[in-house]
């Protein structure tokens, strides 16, 4: 079956810092992968995502990459600010047309100014 | 444009009693999907609704039940509840065969005591 692991949080970033939060899956065939951010007290809101191999996803200065040979969807940031604390999930979806989320557990982001 | 709303935003039962959730989509999309995130946990999926019928399901038992209506809102509900089913429960909303991301509402934070 499907599964997303991320590492394990907190992780904790003084402003203007490098983010990197580690994410490899396993799924059957080609899915598409995803990186949502949830806020406190609010639902999720996807981030940025990648249908195939090699694609590059972004917004809002995060960016991941398809990586097959490595099962892995990284999400990066040059420079973390305060704003950008809350908790990060890797999801993937496989291409069932059921659009239906395998999520990790998320990793928790603080950044302090 | 509205998003995806989902009522009530907390609620609190007692073990064995039954609940009901509710979820209107965003405007322009005809499925959704319902999730359970437990505290410090991924959300895992629970149902997909699609032309009021259940298209796929998750790993639940049978005390979790789903209905779609022909306006496309969904309810979500749960019987016989156990303190193991408190968690947030979103509700997420797409539209079939685009391969359109999922949108979330904010959830529904229930309490069994």
């Known amino acids: 079956g499907n599964s997303v692991t991320q590492m394990e949080g907190p992780v904790t970033l003084s402003e203007e810092a490098f983010l990197t939060i580690n994410c490899t899956y396993t799924a059957t065939g080609y899915p598409s992968l995803f990186w949502y951010v949830q806020y406190p007290g609010e639902g999720l809101q996807l981030l940025l995502k990648a249908t195939k191999a090699d694609d590059k996803g972004s917004n809002k200065g995060f960016e991941a990459t398809y990586r097959k040979e490595t099962t892995s969807f990284h999400l990066e940031k040059g420079s973390v600010q305060v704003s950008d604390s809350a908790v990060y999930f890797c999801a993937l979806t496989s291409n069932s047309g059921y659009s239906t989320l395998t999520f990790g557990k998320g990793t928790m982001l603080l950044v302090s100014p | 444009d509205a998003g995806v709303t989902q009522s009530p935003t907390h609620l609190i039962k007692t073990r064995g009693q039954q609940v009901t959730l509710r979820c209107s989509p965003k405007?322009?999309?005809?499925?959704v999907s319902w999730y359970q995130q437990a505290l410090g946990q991924g959300p895992q999926f629970i149902f997909q609704y699609y032309e009021e019928e259940e298209r796929q399901r998750g790993n639940f038992p049978d005390r979790f039940s789903g209905h779609q209506f022909p306006n496309y809102s969904s309810e979500l509900n749960v019987n016989a509840l156990l303190l193991g089913d408190s968690a947030l429960y979103l509700c997420?909303?797409?539209?079939?065969?685009?391969?359109?991301?999922?949108?979330f509402g904010n959830g529904t934070r229930l309490t069994v005591t």
């Open positions: 997420a909303s797409s539209l079939v065969g685009t391969g359109s991301p999922l949108h």
């Open positions: 405007s322009g999309h005809d499925t």
